[in-house]
């Protein structure tokens, strides 16, 4: 019986495979005809997820219902899913940020057992090529922090869109005023607040800015590469020392020498503003840099370069974006992992890719083929080389932290509050949520 979704906002995406039944051998033959539900976020990635799953219900006779839905919508929606005893979905697309919260309220499956069951396991699946940090950042929880890999840990997830960060820039006005491609901080800085100088109108770098999670996510963008971590290894607050004064530093002058409204913007408000032409830089997730060429969506198509996130003191390009995971309530487990495996085996990651996804695969960003598609693959799969699993700490009172960080930043760009005191409150509070929360209790 297919289930029914209530949500008005869902959009539904149905194959038909159930009358190919038979014809399926092999793991898929007791799985064909069965419908999964999978709830997916509205994403590029996941939009050319949605168009390679009729291969998937050619090849098996499996159907597959869609819930697509945002970001923000699809969270709430899997927070009340995965409390029920028995949930709508078979299939869920996470946020990286949430894998602490549904692991430890127990609300996901762990793998092990599906990659050791020999019927569904497909042995050419070739773990060892799903790129390291994503893995570690999006899938294992239990290890090292609670949210790496350990000794202790365990997969959760697998990435399946994910993302990382590089430096999107304006060819053509970096030759015109004889400004080299920023290979370190000093040079992006420089960069930023030179640009508007010699164009006018024109703004340096365009930012994520909003005060909250995008004001967070730019700060903590930053921090990384320059040096800092949000905690040490026994969990006491050092955001902020001064590599995180740096940064904010970092982030407020790109802000004040960014586009007009550069304060407001979100990561797609930023993406436009680069698109459009109204700013020379753009440095955020790879997600958006298929779009600048793009002729229905951009102005500048044929005149970007890009560049690895600009080096610090170390090289420290964002880990993040997103997963698939079978909730623990799922009414189709093994066939739900026939799709998640599917979808992240090297021909599923590959069929993706090229409809414009973001590989989750070291061989993928290697295929001929889609660099010569998408020729600013190769320059992402360099720098998923210093991808940083652990710029972002994801433990399951990071939500009030990342808040706090981002409330904080944005009165930082739009206040002028002195950094330092700002920093020093956050650690302050920081420190009384993780007591509160129990991480000193062995102290």
């Not at 298929?290 to 390009?317: I, L, Q, W």
């Not at 066939?335 to 495996?341: H, I, V």
């Not at 998408?374 to 992402?380: G, L, V, Y």
Request: net charge negative; aromatic share 10%; with cysteine.
């Amino acid at each position: 019986m297919l289930k029914t979704l209530k949500t008005g906002v869902a959009a539904t995406l149905l194959m038909t495979g159930a009358a190919l039944a038979d014809g399926h051998g092999g793991p898929y033959a007791e799985y064909a005809g069965t419908t999964l539900v999978v709830n997916f976020p509205a994403h590029p990635h996941y939009n050319a997820a949605i168009k390679v799953l009729p291969e998937f219900t050619k090849e098996t006779g499996i159907e597959v219902e869609v819930d697509q839905l945002p970001y923000l919508k699809m969270r709430e929606r899997q927070t009340l899913e995965l409390a029920q005893d028995e949930g709508e979905y078979d299939l869920i697309g996470y946020v990286v940020f949430s894998k602490a919260d549904y692991v430890f309220a127990d609300q996901l499956e762990n793998l092990a057992k599906y990659f050791m069951n020999p019927k569904l396991a497909d042995p050419s699946y070739d773990a060892e090529d799903l790129i390291d940090g994503y893995v570690e950042n999006i899938g294992v929880a239990g290890g090292a922090k609670g949210y790496l890999p350990g000794k202790t840990g365990s997969l959760f997830g697998i990435p399946f869109g994910s993302e990382t960060s590089v430096l999107a820039y304006r060819k053509d006005i970096f030759e015109k005023h004889g400004i080299a491609e920023p290979e370190n901080y000093e040079q992006l800085l420089e960069a930023a607040c030179k640009i508007p100088e010699v164009e006018p109108g024109m703004g340096g770098m365009a930012s994520r800015a909003a005060s909250g999670h995008q004001a967070s996510h730019a700060f903590l963008l930053h921090l990384a590469p320059l040096g800092g971590r949000v905690f040490d290894d026994q969990w006491n607050p050092i955001i902020n020392n001064a590599a995180g004064v740096e940064a904010a530093n970092a982030l407020k002058t790109i802000v004040d020498c960014g586009p007009e409204g550069a304060m407001s913007f979100g990561p797609a408000e930023a993406a436009n503003a680069f698109a459009n032409g109204d700013a020379a830089m753009f440095m955020d997730s790879i997600a958006f840099m298929p779009g600048f060429e793009d002729p229905d969506r951009s102005k500048v198509v044929g005149k970007v370069g890009y560049a690895m996130h600009p080096e610090g003191v170390r090289r420290g390009s964002q880990t993040g974006g997103f997963g698939i995971a079978i909730p623990k309530n799922a009414e189709n487990k093994e066939a739900a992992f026939l799709l998640m495996q599917w979808l992240t085996s090297k021909k599923g990651d590959l069929m993706v890719a090229m409809e414009g996804g973001n590989p989750s695969r070291f061989s993928t960003y290697q295929d001929a083929g889609l660099n010569e598609k998408f020729p600013f693959s190769a320059t992402f799969g360099e720098a998923l080389k210093f991808a940083d699993p652990d710029w972002r700490p994801i433990i399951p009172v990071w939500g009030k932290i990342n808040a706090d960080i981002g409330t904080t930043m944005s009165k930082v760009l739009t206040e002028d509050l002195d950094i330092q005191a700002a920093l020093d409150g956050v650690a302050e509070r920081t420190r009384a949520v993780m007591d509160e929360a129990g991480y000193y209790t062995w102290q």
